[in-house]
Nanobody, 115 residues
């Protein structure tokens, strides 16, 4: 059974930082591209950051320079370090694992940026 379990969300003030984690099980983690998406009510889910099996990273323009994605293949975990958070970063953040037709999602973790 494949499981992606996110953690690390919460309430933070503008300008603050959070680190999201996603622990994977049931997949050969090192082979998968791992992504973080986010979604706000009434809007489509959007790709925030992606890291390939080889470690190549891509970011949405809105988070470049503020967010960093990384992975620890020994621990089957992907991270999203979020700095200089803004109110518009408020969303449910989802972990995603992809390898060809194999696509898996986590349950999501809420991030709220508010004073």
């Amino acid at each position: 059974q494949v499981r992606l379990v996110e953690s690390g969300g919460g309430l933070v003030q503008p300008g603050g930082s959070l680190r999201l984690s996603c622990a994977a099980s049931g997949i050969i983690f090192r082979l998968y591209t791992m992504d973080w998406y986010r979604q706000v009510p009434g809007k489509q889910r959007e790709l925030v950051a992606s890291i390939s099996s080889g470690g190549s990273q891509n970011y949405a323009d809105s988070v470049k320079g503020r967010f960093t994605i990384s992975r620890d293949n020994a621990k089957n975990t992907v991270f999203l370090q979020m700095n200089m958070l803004k109110s518009e970063d408020t969303a449910v953040y989802y972990c995603h694992a992809g390898l060809g037709p194999l696509q898996y999602w986590g349950q999501g973790t809420q991030v709220t940026v508010s004073s």
